[in-house]
């Protein structure tokens, strides 16, 4: 009774920090906020400087690298400062440590970190790119998180990518301090090519046409813009996970900043290295975000981290450039890899023996969640296709139809077949009316109109490709798998199984034949030589 009657009723402020710290403890840990608000609090700029991005000299894919846009710098510098201003507010920075200035900095983490419509999440984004000083046409309403409008360009849009990809480049740097305390210079970033995306986004809202007006697109060239309220409804239909970035950025920058120098200094030694490589696989950095960016499983997180840092070479399976083309080639290199696997294909339509327009090249992408194996019959569990150039589409499953994977390879001992299937690589359709058939050779693909799947969700994978079948001479084929080390060395027992048991099938036992009672020469000679056989009669 004296217990209950000593507590009472908590007050109004002790209930709100109880609020407050529980929503935060959902996005991250209590103790490393602690760490991170009293080390913010430490100065007026502290917080600032902790939300901006490590310094780096970023450039754009080409020979030579283009620098950026003269403006993206400024909004880099600028991000910081618009993220403290906007959800933790002004003089929250300079607040002593203790509840008086941990509640207010409870409020402005929760605000940009916890969890709210992917619509509203990319609001505060949009709003934070308007805020850094971005030359846009984002329209900021006079709440605080009030919706925004206007219209984005082509270049802007794009501009708007780099500082979203720059915020998960973010998580893999952090400023290094050298022995004398100084600050290292900025190391260099080649930025990915968001060409797709913006293309992607552009022919969603109408502005560019979904055929002839694809090729040959450039970002620089401008044209007509988007509607905020269009591209909204682009990242809510395709990059998906855009919206996290925010979110994501800021636990990552105060995981830095209340982590020790020590743990920070080998964490960028680990990728400082690989920044500046440029893209030289189907799989480029681009490509790997724009995937990872549509997609809500664990693979996300493998791509993610591939468009900041690059793929591990050992993740490539097969490269039919490197390993040869044609289907055996193919089975030998990712039979009895089981896990997840990204398989790319580069090529290019026939055009009444044209020279090939290498500006007309294009690439489609599929995204399976098993290993491969021949069989005459479609399988999987699930799946993704995805054109990944010159457009981005994804296109998941619809939940109708399993025929996601068809892997048919003749067998060694052939027989007869009155209608045998066809011998090839397929994903999507039925057998005959494949959404996507590779053939035996991997020197000619064939891509059909949507009608004829009911597997994967409907949607165009090449521009230009109407209701007609177009076949197309394949280029390059790739595979990666995503599974990691563990996945690689099942594969590499596999392997070695297999390479032991075609040994031993190939080997001859001598000693069967080692008896001349025993041989099948002595039965044969038997059998020439039997006196009870029937002769001719000599004339």
């Not at 020979?63 to 201003?85: R, T």
């Not at 189907?282 to 690059?310: D, F, M």
């Not at 994804?394 to 025929?403: A, F, V, W």
């Not at 693909?445 to 109407?466: C, F, M």
């Amino acid at each position: 009774m004296g217990a209950s009657s000593s507590t009472g009723n908590p007050s109004p402020e002790a209930h709100e920090q109880r609020e407050q710290e529980t929503l935060a403890s959902a996005a991250l840990s209590l103790p490393l906020l602690r760490v991170a608000f009293s080390r913010s609090a430490t100065a007026a700029n502290a917080l600032p400087d902790a939300l901006a991005p490590p310094p780096a000299s970023f450039r754009l894919p080409g020979s030579p690298p283009p620098p950026p846009p003269p403006h993206f710098h400024d909004i880099l510098a600028g991000l910081g400062p618009a993220i403290a201003s906007q959800f933790f507010g002004h003089g929250a920075a300079a607040a002593p440590e203790g509840d008086a200035g941990w509640v207010p900095f409870l409020r402005g983490f929760n605000r940009c970190c916890a969890r709210v419509p992917a619509s509203h999440s990319l609001v505060l984004l949009l709003r934070v790119y308007a805020g850094a000083g971005a030359p846009c046409g984002v329209q900021l309403q006079p709440d605080e998180d009030g919706k925004v409008a206007g219209e984005l360009t082509p270049e802007e849009i794009a501009v708007f990518l780099w500082m979203c990809w720059v915020m998960a480049w973010s998580a893999s740097a952090s400023r290094v301090a050298g022995d004398g305390g100084e600050k290292l210079g900025p190391v260099a970033v080649l930025l990915p090519d968001v060409t797709h995306l913006v293309l992607s986004a552009l022919v969603s809202a109408g502005a560019v046409a979904d055929d002839a007006g694809v090729w040959g697109w450039d970002i620089s060239s401008g044209g007509k813009g988007v509607k905020v309220q269009e591209f909204t409804s682009w990242v809510q239909s395709t990059p998906v996970r855009l919206g996290n970035c925010l979110s994501r950025y800021v636990r990552d920058r105060f995981r830095s900043l209340a982590a020790d120098s020590v743990e920070q200094e080998s964490s960028v030694s680990t990728v400082n290295t690989t920044f500046d490589t440029s893209d030289v696989y189907l799989l480029t950095r681009g490509r790997a975000w724009a995937i990872a960016l549509s997609i809500r499983n664990k693979l996300s997180e493998k791509l993610l981290s591939a468009s900041v840092i690059g793929m591990d070479t050992e993740d490539l399976l097969y490269r039919s450039s490197v390993h040869g083309k044609g289907l055996s080639r193919f089975l030998s290199r990712v039979e009895g890899y089981k896990g997840p696997m990204l398989i790319l294909l580069s090529a290019f339509s026939k055009s009444g023996g044209e020279n090939v327009d290498s500006d007309r090249r294009w690439v489609i992408g599929v995204l399976t969640e098993e290993g491969f194996e021949s069989k005459d019959t479609f399988y999987g569990s699930s799946g993704f296709l995805c054109a990944a150039h010159p457009i981005f589409r994804m296109l998941p499953p619809s939940g109708k139809e399993k025929n996601f994977m068809y892997c048919h390879l003749h067998p060694q001992i052939r027989a007869y077949e009155a209608n045998p299937n066809p011998v090839g690589l397929a994903f999507g359709g039925t057998i005959g009316n494949e959404r996507i058939f590779l053939d035996e050779d991997f020197s000619r693909v064939l891509v059909r109109h949507h009608a004829v799947d009911k597997t994967y969700q409907h949607g165009s994978l090449i521009p230009n490709q109407g209701y007609l079948p177009v076949e197309a001479s394949v280029l390059d084929v790739e595979v990666w798998g995503l599974s990691g080390e563990a996945t690689k060395r099942q594969q590499n027992v596999y392997k070695k199984r297999e390479d032991i048991f075609s040994e031993q099938r190939r080997k001859v036992d001598l000693k069967t034949f080692a008896s001349w009672e025993d041989s099948p020469e002595k039965m044969m000679m038997d059998m020439m030589s039997d006196p009870n056989t029937v002769r001719r009669e000599d004339r």
